[in-house]
């Protein structure tokens, strides 16, 4: 096991992520700190970084050092951005760093920061084709993905602060100067050649200004859910919000409920950059990444290539595991299980979605609860499904998992159904209902946590399921505490189940 630390120096911020890397090459998240140094702002007529910036910098960079050696940290990796890419005084600032610090820092060119964006984004969300769009400091990158490959990308010299800069926008935006920035950012993305071909996708966004964003329509809409990762908005709703507060002055920005105090002055600049891609491309649906530039990182490091996971939602429940010391065998058996009994029995559950992934994520991570406590581990269990990061999953899929994992032993666990209720429908609920079921019978069918249960076979009749067993052993016990859940099965599906 190590730690390594992860250093970020974006033009508006320095950020630090600490993370441990085990043996089996499962990681986590152990610290991540931040700090706004705004190194893109006021550089110099000649292109330099300012001075006192970079005093900052140093600062900054000194105590994140300092938390690093104490934690212990073995490696530190530090990869800066736009600002320092295009600085005249690039070479001072790094030799500066090396120096002091003994920090070797690497600058990344348009073009690796869009790839790094995109690696951290396709390893952490389920989709095949989408814009990629990371607006930051100093410049935004724009990165088009079909069938997961990075098929064109373009970093754009500009971001919230220069564009703040350029357009005067620090106090307030008016009629004016919006159509000025508009009109100057369709300019530049007429330019770009293959932006043209963009149709019909989703549009991922990275950054601090996409989270903001969300933040904001959260507060509106009384999401229930913290987790940002995948986080859907309809476009419409965005510019929604943009003509909300796009004339409103700085004062008045900072009592937007979720907004970032120490962004509200490039915030009107920065999010006037996603609605006029937006309008350009005709896009209809924001989907947030929780992960970035420092996760493609941290991704090519732990896989040492540049291919995206072909499963990232096995991947994800996996490296859970891992962490948590899990042994992989019983989980596994179950999910097998499981799935088996959801293909022979797929007629009479007759319900109107593909459940694998919800299903997948229940059977896999049923008993993490454990690690908190035996008793009661099915609630410790559903409660930590609802709130990992598990990548690959939409936010209800997530929630429908907890629910099903929550119901593996009893089908006594009370639903929050109130609380939930613009995310989980009736609908939602009898499908959590039936899923269960097959996830407490096969649960119950590796009772003794051995693989005893080869295979199984469903045998449907007009009042009567039989499930026949194929086990290495007498399968007494296994086939006992399976029939338990006769009851709840009859009730359900309203049909006795045998097991023999």
Same mark, same amino acid.
């Given at each position: 096991m190590k730690k390594i630390g992860i250093i970020d120096i974006g033009s508006n911020s320095i950020r630090l992520v600490i993370v441990q890397i085990n043996k089996d090459? =499962?990681?986590?998240?152990?610290?991540?700190?931040?700090?706004?140094?705004?190194?893109?702002?006021?550089?110099?007529?000649?292109?330099?970084?300012?001075?006192?910036?970079?005093?900052?910098?140093?600062?900054?960079?000194?105590?994140?050092?300092?938390?690093?050696?104490i934690q212990n940290i073995t490696e530190i990796l530090a990869v800066a951005t736009e600002a320092v890419r295009k600085a005249t005084n690039q070479i001072e600032f790094l030799n500066r760093v090396k120096l002091e610090l003994s920090i070797n820092i690497r600058v990344l060119t348009g073009i690796e920061e869009a790839y790094y964006d995109y690696f951290g984004a396709v390893n952490s969300m389920d989709f095949s084709d989408a814009l990629i769009i990371d607006i930051g400091g100093s410049s935004t990158e724009l990165i088009f993905v079909k069938n997961r490959q990075l098929e064109s990308s373009?970093?754009?010299?500009?971001?919230?602060?220069?564009?703040?800069?350029?357009?005067?926008?620090?106090?307030?935006?008016?009629?004016? =100067?919006?159509?000025?920035?508009?009109?100057?950012l369709v300019s530049l993305y007429k330019d770009i050649p293959w932006l043209k071909n963009v149709k019909n996708v989703p549009i991922i966004g990275i950054g601090g200004t996409i989270r903001n964003?969300?933040?904001?329509?959260?507060?509106?809409?009384?999401?229930?859910?913290?987790?940002?990762?995948?986080?859907?908005?309809?476009?419409?709703?965005?510019?929604?919000?943009?003509?909300?507060?796009?004339?409103?002055?700085?004062? $008045?920005?900072?009592?937007?409920?979720?907004?970032?105090?120490?962004?509200?002055?490039?915030?009107?600049?920065a999010t006037t950059v996603l609605v006029t891609l937006i309008e350009y491309l005709s896009l209809e649906e924001l989907h947030i990444s929780g992960?970035?530039?420092?996760?493609?990182?941290?991704?090519?490091?732990?896989?040492?290539?540049?291919?995206?996971?072909?499963?990232?939602?096995?991947?994800?429940?996996?490296?859970?595991?891992?962490?948590?010391?899990?042994?992989?065998?019983h989980p596994e058996h179950v999910w097998m299980l499981?799935?088996?009994?959801?293909?022979?029995? =797929?007629?009479?559950?007759?319900?109107?979605?593909?459940?694998?992934?919800?299903?997948?994520?229940?059977?896999?991570?049923?008993?993490?609860?454990?690690?908190? =406590?035996?008793?009661?581990?099915?609630?410790?269990?559903?409660?930590?499904?609802?709130?990992?990061?598990?990548?690959?999953?939409?936010?209800?899929? $997530?929630?429908?998992?907890?629910?099903?994992?929550?119901?593996?032993?009893?089908?006594e666990f009370k639903l929050n159904s109130k609380l939930y209720q613009n995310l989980i429908t009736q609908q939602d609920l009898d499908t959590i209902d039936k899923l269960s079921i097959l996830l407490r019978i096969s649960e119950n069918l590796d009772r003794c946590v051995n693989g005893n249960i080869k295979m199984i076979s469903c045998n449907i009749e007009l009042d009567t399921v039989t499930i026949t067993v194929d086990a290495i052993t007498d399968p007494i016990l296994e086939v006992i505490a399976a029939t338990d859940c006769a009851s709840s099965f009859k009730k359900t599906f309203n049909k006795k189940l045998i097991i023999i």
């Open positions: 090459k =499962s990681f986590r998240l152990v610290d991540e700190l931040k700090e706004s140094v705004r190194l893109g702002k006021d550089m110099t007529e000649n292109g330099e970084l300012n001075p006192t910036r970079i005093d900052n910098a140093i600062y900054t960079l000194a105590f994140f050092k300092r938390l690093c050696i373009i970093s754009l010299p500009f971001g919230a602060i220069n564009l703040t800069e350029k357009f005067s926008l620090q106090k307030t935006m008016n009629a004016e =100067s919006e159509i000025a920035i508009k009109e100057f964003i969300a933040k904001l329509h959260k507060k509106e809409t009384n999401y229930p859910i913290d987790n940002l990762n995948n986080y859907r908005i309809p476009t419409s709703e965005v510019i929604t919000i943009y003509d909300k507060f796009k004339f409103k002055d700085a004062s $008045q920005r900072k009592k937007l409920k979720g907004l970032s105090k120490e962004r509200t002055d490039i915030f009107v600049g992960s970035g530039l420092r996760d493609g990182f941290l991704y090519e490091y732990i896989f040492n290539n540049k291919k995206p996971l072909i499963d990232v939602l096995d991947f994800s429940i996996k490296n859970n595991l891992l962490n948590y010391e899990i042994d992989l065998q499981t799935e088996t009994l959801y293909n022979e029995l =797929s007629s009479i559950i007759n319900i109107p979605i593909n459940p694998y992934k919800i299903l997948k994520t229940a059977a896999m991570l049923h008993d993490i609860g454990i690690v908190i =406590s035996y008793n009661d581990h099915h609630k410790h269990s559903s409660y930590m499904i609802a709130n990992s990061k598990i990548n690959g999953l939409t936010h209800k899929e $997530q929630l429908m998992a907890s629910y099903i994992a929550a119901l593996h032993r009893k089908n």
